[in-house]
């Protein structure tokens, strides 16, 4: 079945810092890959998507390219703020026919950017 | 502006006492789910309902059950809250057939079992 797997954390940066979160997938098909944000005592939000190879999603200065040859879908940001401290999820969703529009989330990777 | 609303924000109930979380969205999005997350894990599916059909997760307690009444609304119940039952309870709603197809989630009802 489809899986995501990604870093583990914690992840401790100092402000201005560059981030990589590393996100790979197994999935059969074409899948869509997200990544969502989920702030302290919040719900997920979506970050940003990708729909097929080679997309880039970006949003909020974060950038992630769908890869297929590698299967992956890293998550970057040139310079952090301690308003990006959260945990970030990468997730996909199959495209493979049944229930495809359920999503498959990795464990998720708490970011803490300090000032 | 168009959400999803979860109410309410914080729940504490007795062990064994029924609770009812509450979902509703003004998207108009065809499927419902229902998530359940526990203190530095991924989001677990329990169940979603596509249109008026419910999907039940394999792994899902009987403990766990859900309405919805129309569109609009979704409701978690939980017969008899254990301990173990102690979570942040995600719901999130999805547009299938010709729509973005991506998740869109509330903000979550923090459940605390006594």
């Known amino acids: 079945g489809d899986s995501v797997t990604q870093m583990e954390g914690p992840v401790t940066l100092s402000e201005e810092a560059f981030l990589t979160i590393n996100c790979t997938y197994t999935?059969?098909?074409?899948?869509?890959l997200f990544w969502y944000v989920q702030y302290p005592g919040e719900g997920l939000q979506l970050l940003l998507k990708?729909?097929?190879?080679?997309d880039k999603g970006s949003n909020k200065g974060f950038e992630a390219t769908y890869r297929k040859e590698t299967t992956s879908f890293h998550l970057e940001k040139g310079s952090v703020q301690v308003s990006d401290s959260a945990v970030y999820f990468c997730?996909?969703?199959?495209?493979?026919?049944?229930?495809?529009?359920?999503?498959?989330f990795g464990k998720g990777t708490l970011l803490t950017v300090n000032p | 502006d168009a959400m999803v609303i979860q109410n309410p924000r914080y729940q504490v109930t007795q062990f064994g006492k029924p609770v009812t979380l509450s979902c509703s969205q003004t998207?108009?999005?065809?499927?419902m789910y229902w998530y359940q997350q526990k203190s530095s894990q991924a989001p677990k599916l329990l169940f979603h309902?596509?249109?008026?059909?419910?999907?039940n997760e394999a792994d899902t307690p009987d403990n766990f059950q859900s309405r919805r009444p129309n569109t609009s609304f979704c409701f978690l119940d939980i017969r008899s809250p254990g301990l173990g039952d102690a979570a942040m309870y995600l719901c999130a709603t999805s547009r299938e057939s010709g729509g973005s197809n991506e998740q869109f989630f509330g903000p979550g009802t923090r459940l605390t079992v006594l």
């Open positions: 998207l108009n999005h065809n499927v």
């Open positions: 309902y596509y249109d008026k059909d419910f999907n």
């Open positions: 990708a729909t097929k190879a080679d």
């Open positions: 999935a059969t098909g074409y899948p869509s």
């Open positions: 997730a996909l969703r199959g495209n493979s026919g049944g229930s495809n529009y359920k999503l498959t």
